[in-house]
Structure formats: C-alpha cells, structure tokens
C-alpha cells in the first residue's frame, strides 16, 4: 500500500530543494541533479504539504492513509509561484527503497505501484500505459495518464501526469509531472529541457 503512496505523491497536483545554484538542485548524497527553467520556481517542503492537504479524491480512506504516510520530495519545482490560482505545472521527484522489486525491470516495478490508480483517481484514462525508456543513461519506465482531482473548495482540476521510474541500485527514483491536459507547447518544451537536464551517478 505504502508504494501507492508514493507514486499518489508524485502524481498528484504539482506543488525541497536547496538549490546548487538559482536553477540546478544537486543532492551528493544520492549523486542526483536536475535543472530548471530560468523562471520556474523551487517550492518547499511546507507548500507541497499544504498542497497535498487542500486535493480531495474520491477514495476519502486513501487520502487520510496518504496524508499520514506520504514523507517529503527530494526536490519540487514549479512553473508559477505558489500560491497560485490554478494547476500549477510542477516535477516532483522522490527517492525510494527497492524493497524487494526487481531493479533490472522499471516497467514491471510502475505496474506494481499504479495498480490501484484507477479507483482512486476520477476520469482516470492511461494516455500511454507503463513503457521502458532511458534517462541519464539509465533504464527506466514512463507512462502518462490523464484524470480529474478537486479542490477543498470544490473545484475540479483536469490534470496531465507523467510518471518515470529510474531504478538505481537498492533505491529508485520517482518523477512525477503534472500538467493541464492541454498545456500548450512552449510549457511541454520546457518539460522536456528539465527531464533532459537529469544527471544521476552511476
């Protein structure tokens, strides 16, 4: 249950990071950089909290197990500065334990996590099911899916997520992108630059 948390997290509506200069976040100790646009923003621990507290989905025990168990991101940024009247394009990005999965097979590793996506998620539609992909030079797994959250006022949101999975010895690590559902060019080119940016030592 607790892998479903984790994934929920980084699905879920974009919202630490120290950042090595104003756009590269580099954590040493898990040998991970990732660069950002000029104007986009890193987002704190406390906003990503706040941000999780204010979704509302349609399993109402999922959102109350996901509230006590979901621990901090390694680092989130964002398109605009939170607060902010609107999803927020955002990447999250996690690391997690292995655990007993295999790290040789990401895909199979995303299909083990996102199994009980569809009941948790309203208008839950896989626009690409799990898929192996490479980032940084490592074998990962990607997949896309499009469905509908609310807010704490009641207003619905349409979101675009895009998951990545990097398996990486005994940890992975966990890229969530969350988007409208239709982000115009510019904002997914200026996704794809941040993707490309990864750089994770082997």
């Known amino acids: 249950m607790k892998r479903t948390f984790w994934a929920f997290a980084a699905l879920i509506i974009p919202l630490i990071a120290a950042a090595e200069n104003n756009n590269t976040f580099s954590s040493y100790t898990v040998g991970f950089s990732i660069t950002k646009p000029e104007q986009w923003h890193f987002i704190s621990a406390a906003a990503n909290a706040d941000n999780l507290d204010k979704v509302r989905i349609q399993d109402e025990n999922f959102q109350k197990r996901m509230q006590k168990y979901v621990t901090a991101p390694l680092v989130i940024m964002t398109k605009f500065m939170e607060p902010y009247d609107d999803l927020n394009p955002s990447v999250k990005v996690n690391i997690k334990p292995l655990g007993n999965m295999d790290g040789e097979n990401p895909v199979n590793i995303m299909k083990i996590i996102i199994k009980q996506f569809p009941g948790i998620f309203k208008n839950y539609v896989e626009m690409q099911s799990p898929v192996e992909r490479e980032i940084a030079g ?11 959250v609310e807010n704490s006022a009641g207003r619905t949101f349409r979101v675009c997520s895009e998951l990545w999975i990097i398996p990486r010895g005994k940890f ?13 060019k510019n ?10 940016s990864i750089k994770i030592d082997k």
């Open 138 to 148: 490592l074998k990962a797994a990607y997949m896309k899916v499009h469905y509908s």
């Open 187 to 196: 904002e997914l080119q200026e996704i794809a630059n941040i993707i490309s």
């Open 172 to 184: 992975f690590f966990l890229i969530g992108i969350g988007t409208k559902q239709n982000s115009d």
